[in-house]
């Protein structure tokens, strides 16, 4: 399983200053319940973003061309490298940004979950466009300060 996970601003911010721009304790913690035990795929930016990566549950794979070296990551220089070797570790396969890497996520995700975050924010990254016509949806659940959608391709 392939799945796409981001958190989106009303007006389709994501990130801001190599951040997320809001604090959302309980969708942070949702977050982190989807991307658990799995593989989780991002992007050198969002790498570093990443505070307490949790080694002991979850494998990571940050695609890079200018990155050696990190240790217990994986450094694949393309999307398609950092798939394959993501199918080689046999878990649950999570794509958690930025931007390019969830464009070339979407030509092979087949699970996509978005929690669209209520507020608009500033912000210097946005998620791209997608084919909401691909997908269909699995399962919503309104939290208070997001909306959580699961949704499979169709
Ligand atoms: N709201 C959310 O759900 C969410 C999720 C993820 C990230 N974010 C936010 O988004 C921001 C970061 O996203 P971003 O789009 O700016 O950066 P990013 O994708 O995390 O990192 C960009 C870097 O990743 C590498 N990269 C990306 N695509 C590549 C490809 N196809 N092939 C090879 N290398 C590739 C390159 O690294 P090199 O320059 O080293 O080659 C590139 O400079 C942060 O603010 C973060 O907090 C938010």
Redesign the pocket.
Known sequence: MITI????SKNNV???????PWDIPEEFNLFLSIIDGGTII??????N?IKSPDFTRKKYIV?????DKIENVSIC???NEAITLAQSFNRDIHV??????YK?AFKVADTLIISYIKKSYDG??YFPKFNKDDWKIEKTKEYDEFNFVIYKKK
């Open positions: 996970v981001a958190a989106i994501i990130g801001n200053n190599g951040m997320l991002v992007g050198r930016k969002t790498w973003s695609v890079s061309k200018s990155l220089k393309t999307f958690c940004g930025g931007v390019d890497i070339e210097d990254t």
